[in-house]
Structure formats: C-alpha cells, structure tokens
C-alpha cells in the first residue's frame, strides 16, 4: 500500500460521516455536547422569560460560563430541574449588582420551583466548587499544614 492511499483511508474513517455508527466514546461525546447545547436554549429562553432583569451582554456571557462550567447539575442539587439551576445561575449573576433582589417577589421562580432555601444551597455548592479550584487559600484552613509552611518559610 502506498502512504497516498493509507492517508487516505485514515481520513476516511478518522471523521464520521452521517449515517456511519459512531463508535461508543463518539457517541458519549455526542450526547455530552448536544445536552450542554439543550442547556444553552434553556438558558436563552429564560433569559427571555426574565427580561425585567436587564442584563449586559457581559452578565449573559457569565450565565454561560457557569453552564459550562457546572455541566453536572446533580453535583449542585440533586432534585432540582435543569430550568430551576438556570434560574440559579441567572438570579446570581443579577445579585452581584443588585444585593437586595428578592426571590419571592418573582412569579417566573415560583413557576420552575426555585425557592430561597433551594437558591442558597444551589450558590453554596457553586462557591465551594469555585473555592476549591482556587489557588488561594485562607489562612485558617485546614487543607495545608500551617506549622510545617511556618517552619519552611512559606506562606
């Protein structure tokens, strides 16, 4: 066989054409990708419910990065809805400009179930996901040993 010919098999079956069986890890990924995408709707549609918070297209982006980067909602509330975390996402990023917003006052929470207990556990599950990829940490914890840092010279 010449390289020509091997090249071109190898592009052949390298990239799925439609119609083919996609192999097992082609198919999970698929499936990954087009429940983030179902996300990303969900997400536009309540944006849309909720045009009473004015949003920047700053504030829409940051929605987006929290979808991505929480693809597993059970990790953040086992029980609730995807359109219910969304509203999570979308009421947090409207709290960080405007702290005295209110749940309760909202009938579009009432309609997907989002309380303020659910909300809070929702945040908190968000910050402490967020806490423990960072880099810096507060003195008091627990995650280093302070008097072996102390006695090295490191802080």
């Known amino acids: 066989m010449s390289l ?4 071109k098999l190898l592009k052949k079956y390298n990239n ?13 990924i698929h499936k990954q990708k087009q429940r983030l995408q179902e996300k ?8 849309n419910e909720t045009k009473f918070l004015i949003f920047t297209e700053y ?6 990065y929290l979808i991505d980067k929480f693809q597993d909602f059970r990790k953040l509330h086992g029980n609730c809805s995807k359109e219910a975390i969304i509203l999570t996402f979308i009421f947090y990023v409207a709290k960080i400009n405007e702290p005295k917003l ?3 006052n909202y009938r579009v929470t009432k309609k997907y179930g989002l309380t ?3 909300f809070e556990l929702i945040i908190c599950r968000l910050v402490q996901a967020l806490l423990s990829e ?16 102390y006695r090295t010279g490191q802080r």
């Open 134 to 149: 960072s880099k810096i940490v507060p003195v008091g914890t627990t995650k280093y040993d302070q008097d072996l840092l």
């Open 59 to 64: 504030q829409k982006q940051h929605i987006h």
């Open 40 to 47: 990303h709707l969900i997400a536009d549609e309540l944006l």
């Open 16 to 28: 799925y054409v439609p119609g083919e069986k996609r192999t097992h890890r082609q198919e999970k």
């Open 4 to 7: 020509e010919s091997t090249t």
């Open 116 to 118: 303020d207990n659910v």
């Open 102 to 104: 209110k749940l309760c």
